[in-house]
């Protein structure tokens, strides 16, 4: 079995960073350049910014539990752990691509791999039209926001918002209204995942909307454009017993 080189990095948290220094002492610590893949000790948020991160180097994440959440990440057990990555689980993610243009007519880009939220600045409620592959599929959603999220982000804020829980394999992506008010019964769509999706703001100077992939926000957009990074991956690691497909269905079960 070729040795395989890791790379640790971990949260600011006591947990982390006291796990981060057993390992430590247990494996050789190889630089980001020279490693096979990156070891990180955190929770579901500390794991976002990992794969953000290494996103450009296309290297694999094996996430250990180390923090409040761990929908993403595997059982933390020091002993065979490089048994463990060896014999671990690929999952290959495609990002999406959010497309920002500003009131003062600024474009900006940024990568999400769980959700692309928009949500309202102020007191008032958004208004906003939705597009699908160019075709207008909802004249004025009135709403405190809505998102468009992957099925490895739909277990997350897209969860939380009573969005659908979508399998891993099933190549789709879901829209989930935030608070809709008008139409009141409107709670989304499910798209295929190779759509693009175009969410224009109505009254953006009255009603102003900012822009959040992940963890990046832009303030005042006035249109957004949100598609798959066809051009990018993102390879996640999963013991075999905890796999993230079946994390996916069990949640669709849980109490």
């Known amino acids: 079995m070729p040795k395989k080189n890791l790379h640790f990095v971990a949260s600011s948290s006591d947990e982390a960073n006291k796990a981060l220094n057993r390992l430590l002492s247990k494996y050789e610590q190889a630089s980001p350049e020279k490693s096979d893949m990156i070891v990180a000790l955190g929770g579901d948020g500390f794991m976002l910014e990992t794969l953000h991160k290494y996103l450009p180097t296309s290297k694999p994440v094996y996430g250990m539990h180390r923090g409040s959440i761990g929908f993403l990440m595997n059982e933390y057990k020091e002993d065979n752990l ?113 759509s693009q999706i175009r969410i224009e703001v109505i009254e953006p100077t009255k009603r102003p909307i900012s822009a959040v992939a992940d963890r990046t926000e832009y303030r005042d957009v006035t249109k957004v454009i949100i598609e798959k990074d066809k051009t990018k991956s993102i390879t996640l690691l999963f013991d075999p017993e905890h796999n993230l497909e079946e994390r996916i269905l069990s949640e669709q079960f849980s109490q």
């Open 82 to 194: 490089l048994d463990r990555v060896s014999k671990s689980e690929k999952v290959i993610l495609h990002p999406l691509k959010m497309q920002t243009i500003s009131s003062n007519g600024e474009t900006r880009i940024a990568n999400a791999i769980n959700e692309v939220s928009l949500l309202r600045e102020t007191r008032q409620a958004a208004k906003l039209r939705i597009y699908v592959n160019n075709k207008c599929r909802l004249e004025e959603l009135i709403c405190d926001g809505v998102l468009i999220c992957t099925p490895a982000g739909s277990t997350a804020y897209n969860l939380s918002v009573d969005g659908p829980v979508l399998p891993l394999g099933a190549n789709i992506l879901a829209i989930t209204s935030i608070s809709a008010f008008r139409p009141r019964r409107w709670r989304g769509a499910i798209v295929p995942n190779n």
